[in-house]
């Protein structure tokens, strides 16, 4: 497991977390789920932590083609009311399962602090790889990244998408 050094004043924080990652799948056993089934199971996997929960409306999911592979490129908000190490446990608990549920050899993820009572961690912006071989694919690196935006702004690269509305259900 990796750990995320969040670093919390007075080893509390109130804080708002913008997570994304990237699963590959090629050879990957949920590559063929619909964007709407993706989007819930990778909701749900940050929905289980005890320091961190989604903000509602605030993740999406695009599938982009980098190289030959298609990428499932997904971003989550989460509010974070727990010390740093309890944020962190959450976060890399959710990536790790992701990455064998996924059957990912490691998951590409950058997280951004977009609100905190914490001058200094604002803006904030932590980065890395996990997974079960995570190690093996050295440290990460930002021109393999793909990011999570709206279609339109990401050059034509996918068209696919779905993102979490509230009270709307799934949109594609």
């Not at 997570?19 to 619909?34: I, K, M, Q, T």
């Amino acid at each position: 497991m990796t750990s995320l050094s969040i670093r919390n004043e007075n080893g509390a924080s109130k804080s708002c977390w913008a997570v994304s990652l990237n699963l590959g799948l090629e050879n990957n056993p949920l590559a063929d789920l619909p964007l709407a089934q993706h989007l819930a199971v990778l909701r749900w996997a940050f929905s289980r932590g005890d320091a961190t929960k989604p903000r509602p409306g605030t993740s999406a999911l695009v599938v982009r083609v980098m190289g030959t592979e298609k990428t499932l490129a997904y971003r989550i908000t989460l509010n974070a009311s727990a010390p740093g190490d309890a944020v962190n446990a959450d976060i890399v608990r959710a990536l790790d399962w992701l990455a064998n549920t996924y059957g990912q050899e490691a998951i590409a993820w950058r997280a951004s602090c977009v609100q905190s009572q914490s001058s200094e961690q604002e803006n904030a912006t932590l980065c890395g790889l996990v997974g079960p071989k995570a190690e093996d694919w050295g440290p990460f690196n930002p021109e393999y990244f793909v990011a999570p935006d709206a279609p339109e702004s990401g050059e034509g690269l996918g068209t696919d998408w779905a993102m979490d509305l509230p009270g709307a259900g799934w949109t594609r």
